[in-house]
């Protein structure tokens, strides 16, 4: 069982990035997937789910508008589309994959977002 990150970087504020998370050894549409973040210094905190089937999604209040996140289940992959980042989006993102009482969490992707 693996989560991948991938698409993180280096981009001006109001630049857009898409995050990518790619899951193998389980089905993703039967997970709820989760985007976390971390700045450093700061606790992980949640940003972006999307629930069991897709059909249902949450975002942290800061992020509402601005992000959207989305699942490929033929690809077995969830994306989150961040615009509009501003410098308080820099952080680790990860991903996250839970369905009790199994939980998978993916190595992280740097995004920086500079003034």
């Known amino acids: 069982v693996q989560l991948v990150e991938s698409g993180g970087g280096l981009v001006q504020t109001g630049g857009s990035l898409q995050l990518s998370c790619a899951a193998s050894?389980?089905?993703?549409?039967?997970?709820?997937m989760s985007w976390y973040r971390q700045a450093q210094g700061n606790e992980r905190e949640l940003v972006a789910v999307i629930r069991i089937g897709g059909g249902i999604k949450n975002y942290e209040d800061s992020v509402q508008v601005r992000f959207t996140v989305y699942s490929d289940d033929a690809k077995n992959m969830v994306y989150l589309q961040m615009n509009s980042l501003k410098v308080e989006d820099s952080a680790v993102y990860y991903c996250k994959g839970r369905v009790t009482p199994n939980e998978y969490w993916g190595q992280g992707t740097q995004v920086t977002v500079s003034s």
């Open positions: 050894g389980f089905t993703l549409r039967a997970y709820d």
